[in-house]
């Protein structure tokens, strides 16, 4: 049972690049979200998925787009990085919002240079 | 809005002390209340969650409508409860959000 992957586990980018962070379950959850972790700030919601083809922003969603044509995928695109986009991300799913256990992937450094 | 504060970034207590994590929270209506810990090296993982009033590992929290907090109590600190821990809330957005954290370190 895999869970919650994510790839790749570790990336540099420079200013200006484009990448995309993947991230996959295997539980058949509908919820999906993607994180930043930063010194200081904790967890930050970027985008979540409360079923494929829906998406909606969090609290910090600028710089980032995601798409949930699958229940399975839930990428998180990072059209023209910039250094204040280094951070650790990490991508989660649950089976529904309420009251569920959110599973979460093992994260992606991510380096803007 | 939904909100959680964690006012202390770092914990430091000995080894068989008790340990309380403080965790306040903003919401209008009835909140899910959780606490996730995260393992050096290792992916956050729920801890436990209010609805189901359990004891993990020896913490317990409980949920103060009153007062707006869902602290984590341990009544004897252990070295492998050293971790960063994290509060988060999920109102009627269907968002989860989470609080800043604290870093709890237990010393022998």
């Known amino acids: 049972n895999a869970g919650v992957t994510q790839t790749p586990k570790f990336q540099v980018l420079k200013t200006g690049q484009s990448m995309t962070l993947q991230c996959a379950q295997d539980?058949?959850?509908?919820?999906m979200s993607w994180y930043r972790q930063d010194p200081g700030m904790g967890l930050r919601l970027i985008h979540y998925?409360?079923?494929?083809?829906?998406?909606d922003q969090g609290e910090v969603p600028n710089g980032y787009n995601v798409s949930r044509s699958t229940t399975e995928d839930f990428p998180l695109r990072l059209l023209s990085a910039a250094p204040s986009q280094t951070s650790v991300y990490f991508c989660?799913?649950?089976?529904?919002?309420?009251?569920?256990?959110?599973?979460f992937g093992q994260g992606t450094r991510l380096t803007v240079v | 809005a939904q909100r959680v504060t964690q006012p202390e970034k770092l914990l430091s207590v000995f080894k068989g002390a008790p340990v309380e994590l403080k965790c306040n929270y903003s919401?209008?209506?009835?909140?899910?209340l959780f606490w996730y810990v995260q393992y050096s090296r290792q992916r956050l993982q729920l801890l436990l969650r209010?609805?189901s009033r359990e004891s993990i590992k020896g913490f317990t929290a409980d949920l103060n409508k009153g007062e707006t907090s869902f602290h984590l109590k341990k009544p004897f600190a252990q070295e492998e409860d050293s971790a960063m821990y994290y509060c988060?809330?999920?109102?009627?957005?269907?968002?989860?959000?989470f609080g800043k954290g604290t870093k709890l370190t237990v010393n022998p």
């Open positions: 989660a799913s649950s089976y529904s919002f309420a009251q569920n256990e959110a599973f």
């Open positions: 539980m058949n959850h509908e919820y």
């Open positions: 998925s409360v079923g494929a083809g829906i998406t």
């Open positions: 919401y209008s209506g009835s909140p899910e």
């Open positions: 209010h609805i």
């Open positions: 988060a809330l999920q109102g009627g957005s269907e968002k989860l959000v």
